[in-house]
T-cell receptor, first 114, second 113 residues
Framework: GAVVSQHPSRVICKSGTSVKIECRSL??????MFWYRQFPKQSLMLMAT?????????EQGVEKDKFLINHASLTLSTLTVTSAHPEDSSFYIC??????????FGSGTRLTVV | LAKTTQPISMDSYEGQEVNITCSHN???????ITWYQQFPSQGPRFIIQ???TKVTNEVASLFIPADRKSSTLSLPRVSLSDTAVYYC??????????????FGRGTSLIVHP
């Protein structure tokens, strides 16, 4: 079946540094990937949609210069949290949609900014 | 995008059948209904998807009435490991489609011994 691999599963970084999260589709090509953020006891909130070879589309209120998304190939999308601050601490989840397939989610990345 | 409404929480006991209903009054003709399960600190996991009537797989059943304005996820004989948050999503996602998976609040199911 369709598998999405997300790394790292958890990361701790210092305030002001940048963190990159990778999302890979292992056995299918993902033309579109989605990035979500989830705070404790809350639902998944869509941050942005990334399409292979083009710029990401960000949801209202999400800073595109802070959350850099790159979808350079049909199997890899990356989310870079730049100049991270404690309020960016959250659970980040990616999802991929391949041609003719439904949606598969990564296992998530727990980001803690100290 | 069809908005969904689910109960915030439900409690059950091991061995019981659990039914979680989702309302989606403005579902479109091309929309499918998909249910996901999420455990703490994990990504959502696909459970079942349907368009109309009844769909059954090895883990759950999905009942959809003729007007398709609601759907019911049925989990037979739940166990403690079924404690999770369950999300109902509506959109044209059966075979790719063009919709964006958007999550509502979900239903937190707690299964007691």
């Amino acid at each position: 079946g369709a598998v999405v691999s997300q790394h790292p599963s958890r990361v701790i970084c210092k305030s002001g540094t940048s963190v990159k999260i990778e999302c890979r589709s292992l056995d299918f090509q993902a033309t579109t990937m989605f990035w979500y953020r989830q705070f404790p006891k809350q639902s998944l909130m869509l941050m942005a949609t990334s399409n292979e070879g083009s710029k990401a589309t960000y949801e209202q209120g999400v800073e595109k210069d802070k959350f850099l998304i790159n979808h350079a190939s049909l199997t890899l999308s990356t989310l870079t949290v730049t100049s991270a601050h404690p309020e960016d601490s959250s659970f980040y989840i990616c999802s991929a949609r391949g041609t003719g397939r439904g949606y598969t989610f990564g296992s998530g990345t727990r980001l803690t900014v100290v | 995008l069809a908005k969904t409404t689910q109960p915030i929480s439900m409690d059950s006991y091991e061995g019981q059948e659990v039914n979680i209903t989702c309302s989606h009054n403005n579902i479109a003709t091309n929309d499918y209904i998909t249910w996901y399960q999420q455990f703490p600190s994990q990504g959502p996991r696909f459970i079942i998807q349907g368009y109309k009537t009844k769909v059954t797989n090895e883990v759950a059943s999905l009942f959809i009435p003729a007007d398709r304005k609601s759907s019911t996820l049925s989990l037979p004989r739940v166990s403690l490991s079924d404690t999770a948050v369950y999300y109902c999503l509506v959109g044209d996602g059966a075979s790719g489609g063009s919709y964006i998976p958007t999550f509502g609040r979900g239903t937190s199911l707690i299964v007691h011994p």
